[in-house]
């Protein structure tokens, strides 16, 4: 399901060569191939496609989360002396029996080592104002705003019982005179080298400007606040560089193409 381009300011506009650094968003149909849920994959072809002015903010949420090592047991006894090593053992055995029959406090300290709990995924946030100086503008700022708002949800489908996924989204940062696929390297100081993303929430405020709201004859908003959610499809991994992040997808997708750099958004 093809829903267009949309761009603001839009395309041919005299505002349009004022914008040093662009943000590009791509959404595509959900799969559950990785081959398909990798950057390049949703760039490629997709459904929308919408370019706006690098945002006002756009925060990026890294974090993972640990616990005690419950059930792996780890030994951190550091000897050089096996027999040592099971004679603590049995001494740490024979504390923890006595202390259960007497009702006592013996606790292990196997499980108290902190181990990464897999799950976490980075978070997007963007804030952003489409200020329109034309009806021209405030046309297209809209179109926009319905755009992310259409798809936060899911998708009809012929059959009433049943719907389609929302799509999956890729975007990242494009400096003036990039292809709408140049995603060069360098860049990743601007977008942080987003993933794969789901759009979980879309909050819009077209009331930015109250004294004068509406431009053109169809009184489109002349100003539209815009608030975006992006979780990541897939926990984020490290290419071992110190310098470049992938997804499990492009990790699958690059196991049979040694040559090819990891972490980089080629088209």
Not at 73 to 91: K, S, Y
Request: net charge neutral; proline share 6%.
């Amino acid at each position: 399901m093809y829903m267009g381009d949309l761009q603001f300011p839009p395309r041919g506009d005299i505002f349009e060569n004022d914008i040093p650094v662009w943000m590009d968003f791509y959404a595509n149909n959900y799969s559950t191939f990785s081959k398909n849920r990798t950057r390049s994959a949703v760039q490629h072809n997709p459904i929308t496609y919408i370019s706006i002015p690098y945002p006002q903010q756009h925060t990026t949420l890294n974090s993972q989360r640990y616990s005690g090592a419950g059930s792996l047991n780890v030994r951190a006894i550091e000897t050089q002396n096996p027999l040592a090593i099971v004679g603590q053992m049995g001494m740490a055995t024979g504390d923890k029996i006595a202390s259960y029959f007497r009702g006592g406090n013996v606790l292990s300290f196997d499980h108290f080592e902190s181990v990464l709990q897999p799950g976490d995924r980075r978070t997007h946030y963007f804030n952003m104002n489409l200020i329109a100086k034309t009806a021209a503008q405030a046309t297209a700022a809209n179109d926009i705003a319905l755009s992310f708002q259409t798809n936060v949800f899911p998708i009809i489908t012929d059959n009433l019982f049943t719907m389609r996924h929302p799509p999956l989204w890729a975007f990242g940062a494009r400096l003036v005179g990039g292809g709408m696929n140049d995603y060069r390297k360098s860049q990743s100081y601007w977008d942080g080298q987003p993933l794969v993303c789901v759009l979980n929430a879309v909050d819009i405020n077209r009331s930015v400007i109250l004294n004068t709201p509406f431009a053109g004859t169809d009184k489109s908003p002349i100003g539209i606040n815009i608030k975006l959610s992006f979780t990541e499809l897939e926990p984020a991994l490290s290419d071992g560089s110190g310098k470049n992040i992938i997804s499990r997808s492009e990790r699958f997708a690059n196991a049979d193409e040694p040559s090819r750099q990891m972490g980089t958004l080629e088209g």
